[in-house]
């Protein structure tokens, strides 16, 4: 990936109710929800190993500019961080490729932590799946109503939304798995998750906790960071392209 977008620009065109979910999602004031403060704090996040470190040599701060030596990762090269914790990264080449494998790899990683009952559930049970749509401008009867987890997914991919559904629906797992609640807007608005839809909130922390546990501590954090910024990108990108020309 040669091309490297910087996240200040990434998120400079989302809207409030996009910056102020990210604002959760990165524990910062809701009125601190600006690109920039955003991008600064994903940082921080990113490099906290690197940070703790630091800290425990305080000559080492003295003769360096911290920010220096912890630059702002690209979104290129949060997907391919992501990656190889996953340890998928030598599948992926292109940003669509990451964009899609990587959700895919917390889809899965996920159903294999669940007990049958609960990967039965999220097959077969039901749900409206209409407010995914809508939040993307879609609202074709072939792709919206009453669904089931697996059935959205494929739907998505003949459909040609993937990366969409992938993220959205990794993202409720992600989410789940470590406590986090997103504003209500984001559920019913914006980017509504599969494993919200499908509720009640909660039923999926024990299925997946312990993988996002083995991961890190820093992606307990990062992840549903990672995977917000996928599924809200491609959001945009729906969105444009279904805008009258």
């Not at 999602?25 to 490099?47: F, G, S, T």
């Not at 906790?209 to 990108?233: E, H, Q, R, S």
Request: hydrophobic share 45%; charged share 20%; proline share 4%.
């Amino acid at each position: 990936m040669k091309n490297q977008t910087t996240l200040k620009h990434l998120l400079a065109d989302w809207d409030s109710r996009d910056h102020t979910i990210m604002a959760v999602l990165c524990d910062i004031d809701d009125d601190l929800a600006k690109a920039e403060v955003i991008a600064e704090q994903i940082r921080w996040m990113y490099h906290s190993r690197t940070r703790h470190s630091i800290k425990r040599s305080v000559k080492r701060v003295t003769r360096q500019d911290a920010s220096n030596e912890m630059p702002c990762p690209s979104y290129e090269a949060l997907l391919a961080a992501a990656a190889k914790k996953l340890g998928i990264h030598k599948h992926c080449t292109l940003v669509d490729e990451y964009e899609r494998y990587i959700p895919q790899a917390v889809i899965v990683a996920a159903l294999t932590k669940m007990n049958p009952m609960q990967r039965d559930r999220f097959f077969s049970e039901e749900f409206n799946a209409a407010p995914m749509w809508e939040a993307a401008g879609i609202k074709s009867r072939e792709i919206t109503g009453i669904r089931t987890a697996a059935s959205v997914l494929a739907i998505a991919n003949a459909s040609g939304y993937a990366v969409y559904a992938g993220a959205t629906t990794a993202l409720g797992f992600a989410t789940h798995a470590v406590g986090i609640t997103l504003p209500y807007a984001a559920y019913t608005g914006l980017s509504a998750t599969i494993a919200q839809l499908i509720g009640p909130p909660g039923w999926l922390a024990l299925a997946t906790y312990g993988f996002f546990k083995v991961t890190g501590t820093d992606w307990n954090k990062l992840m549903p960071v990672l995977l917000t910024i996928i599924a809200t990108k491609s959001r945009y990108e729906i969105l444009a392209h279904h805008q009258p020309q």
